[in-house]
């Protein structure tokens, strides 16, 4: 299976923003965000490298009055971005599907119900996944000013460094993997 981009034109659904290293608004400094949404109303995107220490998914679950068990994995729980971040999406691989599931493209879904939460406490959920609480969000023709602006670098989708690679690698083997050398880059935005 390719990991070609499945956008159409010159929308960035399904596609990965990494923040150039002259991000100054620190929830975003660093962020590698895959793209659910995009189009002329606006965007929306999911944080897949931050991750929230202070909350532990075992009592995430007890908060929601869903029973874990032994068989309950350990999952972390990321930072999806700023707007509405006491609300949870499950960002996962496409075999799972349900009536509530947006499919991005065949590859990956997005998930926001408590069913999926339930599946993932009983470690029968997606094979693939990424709970974050929160996403990023742009207003019509917000992202597009960004983008010229540099302060975002779009990539093709990468389900390896989505949901193979560390957190707290993620950023760096995002920009390695399209062949730019982090230290050759200016800390300062801008445009030739």
Not at 16 to 38: G, Q, T
Not at 134 to 163: C, K, R, T
């Amino acid at each position: 299976m390719t990991d070609a981009p499945q956008s159409a034109g010159p929308y960035l659904k399904g596609q990965m923003l990494l923040a150039m290293p002259a991000m100054n608004d620190p929830r975003f400094e660093r962020a590698v965000i895959y793209m659910c949404a995009h189009n002329d109303q606006g965007a929306m995107g999911l944080v897949i490298n931050k991750t929230l220490d202070s909350i532990d998914f075992r009592k995430l679950l007890e908060q929601l009055d869903i029973t874990s068990s032994e068989s309950t994995p350990a999952t972390t729980v990321h930072f999806g971005g700023p707007v509405e971040n006491q609300r949870g999406f499950v960002l996962h691989s496409g075999e799972y599907q349900h009536d509530e599931t947006l499919m991005i493209d065949e590859r990956i879904g997005l998930t926001a119900t408590l069913d999926i939460v339930r599946a993932l406490a009983r470690n029968d959920g997606p094979e693939r996944s990424i709970l974050a609480l929160g996403y990023a969000g742009w207003g019509p023709g917000q992202l597009e000013i960004e983008m010229h602006d540099n302060v975002w670098l779009s990539i093709p989708y990468n389900g390896e460094l989505m949901f193979e690679v560390r957190d707290d690698k993620k950023w760096e083997r995002a920009f390695n993997s399209i062949g730019v050398d982090l230290s050759v880059l200016s800390g300062s935005a801008g445009r030739a």
